[in-house]
């Protein structure tokens, strides 16, 4: 291998927790969508900072690529070390360093999920709100600057991390941010990291903001004859500036799939599921006020999910959207690509896409986040048939073509990975040229997950 060097200098130090098998090489090689298969030459179980900056410095040396790797749930082949080297697998990196609940902060190490914070904050009355669907790391989500359902009132990764520890890709750590609410002390080093992909640093400690858990909950599913009615009810409810936790679009496919996978009987056309986080009083206001602009928009009958129970089967349904849209179509795999646009250009670019895919013959269930404008096509392709393949990439780069002529991006939430790297120059222009800069500076070796984001000789 070309990089057994580095891999004998590191198993004097990590021993057993250098993994040079086949069987550990593949679970790290695999992804949640299209991209083939890429084996890493080792996977490396650090537990501390010092271990992995140590780690990065080892590969540094014999220029040897570091890929980071966290729970693998990502869209965009981001974890994959597709130029071989060392997967650096976070999980073991799994510990709550700290709450502190005066300031509504929690310290975290990076293959902490999600989930498993949650769990530990459940007696503090506060939790961290962003959610993703899968139960990711939360160092893979700060990586990718991950959003999802929530995002609409609680923002994005981007709004809820405070500070970092970084790795970077001579072995340095550096620290970033802080616990301030706000800070004007130079360039903002955070905001750099969130959502690089691993491609300049990795991450080793997140410094999180936390939320109050909300007294009342409201959740509820609506069904619309059509989905520009749902799409508007969306646009007015915004404009109306009524506080949703979540609002969430599905076309009449994605019903029907939905009633199928979990025995429901949803009607099958285009929902919105909808959630209000508030006080008893609040929240009973801001549902009754979207139930106006529903009615005004010829919105069907709410089925309310009055209990917590029914609200986690509400949000496993919509959660379980992937899996479930695979299921549906024996022997296929997921092109998933997403796009993100201004809420007044929503409408259009829904109408345009599901126009597009109708065309080309290929299955593809529309959903999405539309509260803040992004959704998905889910486009379900034949495994062992290329054309079909070819057709879902052109229809998802038309995708990005729509989302720019309508004033927005290439990815809401996905991130770039390498599925959309070769869009990066549409969106970015100069700017890209500008990001590849800094990964010179930073990584002018690149190795730190290499082939992702930018090129370091772009």
């Known amino acids: 291998m070309p990089h057994d060097a580095a891999l004998a200098e590191l198993t004097t130090f990590l021993g057993d927790r250098l993994a040079r098998s086949k069987p550990e090489r593949a679970s790290h090689a695999r992804n949640e969508t299209w991209f083939p298969e890429a084996l890493p030459d080792a996977v490396a179980y650090p537990e501390t900072t010092e271990e992995v900056a140590r780690i990065v410095a080892t590969c540094a040396r014999h220029g040897c690529p570091v890929t980071a790797w966290g729970t693998g749930t990502s869209l965009e082949g981001h974890a994959l070390a597709i130029r071989g080297g060392v997967s650096l697998d976070l999980t073991q990196m799994n510990r709550v360093l700290e709450v502190r609940a005066e300031d509504m902060q929690a310290v975290v190490q990076p293959g902490v999920t999600r989930e498993a914070l949650n769990t ?151 929902h919105l599921m909808v959630e209000f986080h508030g006080s008893d009083t609040s929240a009973a206001e801001d549902a009754r006020r979207f139930g106006e602009v529903v009615a005004e928009m010829g919105g069907g009958h709410f089925d309310w999910a009055t209990t917590t129970e029914d609200r986690n089967r509400l949000w496993k349904m919509r959660h379980g959207a992937y899996p479930a849209c695979i299921a549906s179509r024996p022997g296929c795999m997921g092109l998933v690509t997403d796009m993100c646009v201004p809420s007044s250009r929503l409408a259009e670019a829904v109408r345009e896409t599901r126009a597009d895919i109708t065309a080309s013959g290929i299955p593809g269930p529309i959903l999405g986040h539309v509260g803040d404008g992004n959704f998905h096509a889910i486009l379900l392709i034949d495994r062992g048939n290329p054309e079909e393949l070819k057709t879902a990439k052109a229809l998802a780069h038309r995708m990005a073509e729509r989302a720019l002529r309508l004033g927005g991006t290439i990815t809401g939430e996905h991130g770039v990975g390498m599925g959309k790297k070769d869009l990066m120059a549409m969106e970015h222009g100069e700017a890209w040229e500008v990001m590849a800069r800094i990964k010179r500076a930073l990584d002018p070796d690149g190795i730190l997950n290499p082939g992702k984001v930018v090129e370091v000789n772009q």
């Open 120 to 270: 530990e904050l459940r007696a503090t009355g506060l939790m961290f709100p962003v959610d993703p669907g899968a139960d990711a790391s939360l160092g893979g989500m700060a990586a990718t600057r991950a959003s999802g359902t929530t995002a609409v009132r609680y923002g994005t990764m981007r709004d809820n991390v405070m500070a970092l520890e970084v790795v970077l890709a001579d072995g340095r750590v550096i620290r970033t941010g802080s616990g301030a609410r706000k800070s004007s002390a130079g360039y903002d080093l955070t905001g750099l990291f969130v959502g690089s992909e691993g491609t300049l640093g990795i991450i080793t400690e997140l410094t999180l903001k936390l939320h109050g858990q909300p007294e009342a909950i409201s959740a509820a599913v609506c069904a619309f004859d059509t989905f520009d009615a749902a799409v508007m009810t969306v646009i007015a409810t915004i404009q109306m500036g009524i506080p949703m936790a979540r609002i969430e679009f599905v076309d009449e496919t994605t019903a029907a799939i939905f009633n199928a996978a979990n025995g429901t009987q949803l009607p099958e056309k285009p």
